[in-house]
Nanobody, 124 residues
Framework: QVQLVESGGGLVQAGGSLRLSCAAS????????MGWFRQAPGKEREFAAA????????YYADSVKGRFTISRDNAENTVYLQMNSLKPEDTAVYYC?????????????????WGQGTQVTVSS
């Protein structure tokens, strides 16, 4: 069982930056692929970024590629999402997710555990 708690959301102007954190409980955190998803009002939850358990592979949605960076610190049981050059369309609740299987994916169904989310609002 893994419990996930996101933090770091807030209000930022367009062009600004935020870093989200996701703290995980459980001794097997280092074996999980981790992902970040987001959901804007009235829209479906969509994939943003993912990272394998070792950090050797990352995967990004086209909409965030080149602006967002996912990383992890297995010693601290934490995964991060550095978001730069933010746009109003990045406004959403951001969710951290963990998958107890090998590989990397942008599919919602690949992930087994979810956090409660943190709000990111980008003003124009």
């Amino acid at each position: 069982q893994v419990q996930l708690v996101e933090s770091g959301g807030g209000l930022v102007q367009a062009g600004g930056s935020l870093r989200l954190s996701c703290a995980a409980s459980g001794r097997t955190f280092s074996s999980y692929t981790m992902g970040w998803f987001r959901q804007a009002p009235g829209k479906e939850r969509e994939f943003a970024a993912a990272i394998t358990w070792s950090g050797d592979r990352t995967y990004y949605a086209d909409s965030v590629k080149g602006r967002f960076t996912i990383s992890r610190d297995n010693a601290e049981n934490t995964v991060y999402l550095q978001m730069n050059s933010l746009k109003p369309e990045d406004t959403a609740v951001y969710y951290c997710a963990a998958a107890g299987r090998e590989g990397i994916s942008g599919s919602y169904y690949f992930y087994d555990y979810w956090g409660q989310g943190t709000q990111v609002t980008v003003s124009s």
